[in-house]
């Protein structure tokens, strides 16, 4: 149980183009996801708080008008990377936690890998 | 605000040879610990946790972490090393209203296996 799948997991765009990264929990749902940000050989870093129903909560730092999040459904989560700039380029990864199962742990997806030329 | 270091950013260590990874630290309370390892190009993939309780905690593929409250230090080890634990391992802590799930993570140690 606890799966948490990420699609695309290899996604490569052009510049100025818009790119959507979806994350599902396949057999839980999941009332929050984080969205995670991985630039090469360096660690993960929380972008935002993803909440069912409700604005997500973005990072200090993190622009909330580029990196667009919805939370439409308790199963998925969708991450906009709007107007894509070779900057952008990193790996995602999200995860998926089930509050109403007491304090466990949330369950990552595979990571996308966004390259932007 | 919690944060997390690890002080080796690279180790190498012989096939066979034992193994210790470490990771403090920084959070008033005690937190949720989590040992992650990714391999070049993949997901994570959970080692181990602690929650609370026995503060020797075993987990998958042989490694075994130790809560030390004293030290604020959860440190990963491994009796005898295997080729194929050549990753990236990464510590975690999550704590605040959002406990186990929202994680900081350390800035990860590279292992390399010598043959």
């Known amino acids: 149980g606890a799966v948490v799948s990420q699609h695309p997991s290899r996604v490569i765009c052009k510049s100025g183009t818009s790119v959507k990264i979806e994350c599902r929990s396949l057999?839980?749902?999941?009332?929050?996801m984080f969205w995670y940000r991985q630039f090469p050989k360096q660690s993960l870093m929380l972008m935002a708080t993803?909440?069912?129903?409700?604005?997500?909560?973005?990072e200090q730092g993190v622009e909330k008008d580029k990196f667009l999040i919805n939370h439409a459904s308790l199963t998925l989560s969708t991450l906009t990377v709007t107007s894509a700039h070779p900057e952008d380029s990193s790996f995602y990864i999200c995860?998926?936690?089930?509050?109403?199962?007491?304090?466990?742990?949330?369950?990552f997806g595979q990571g996308t890998r966004l390259t932007v030329v | 605000a919690q944060s997390v270091t690890q002080p080796d950013i690279h180790i190498t260590v012989s096939e066979g040879a034992s193994l210790e990874l470490r990771c403090n630290y920084s959070?008033?309370?005690?937190?949720?610990l989590f040992w992650y390892v990714q391999s070049p190009g993949q997901g994570l993939q959970l080692l181990l946790k602690?929650?609370?309780?026995?503060?020797l905690v075993q987990g998958i593929k042989g490694f075994e972490a130790e809560f030390k409250r004293s030290q604020s230090s959860f440190n990963l080890r491994k009796p005898s090393v295997h080729w194929s634990d050549a990753a990236e391992y990464f510590c975690?802590?999550?704590?605040?209203?959002?406990?186990?799930?929202?994680?900081?993570f350390g800035q990860g140690t590279r292992l390399t296996i010598n043959p």
């Open positions: 602690y929650f609370s309780g026995d503060t």
């Open positions: 975690a802590v999550g704590a605040g209203s959002q406990g186990a799930q929202k994680l900081v």
């Open positions: 995860s998926a936690s089930q509050p109403r199962q007491g304090n466990t742990e949330a369950f």
């Open positions: 993803s909440n069912e129903g409700s604005k997500a909560t973005y």
């Open positions: 959070y008033g309370a005690t937190p949720y």
């Open positions: 057999d839980f749902q999941a009332t929050t």
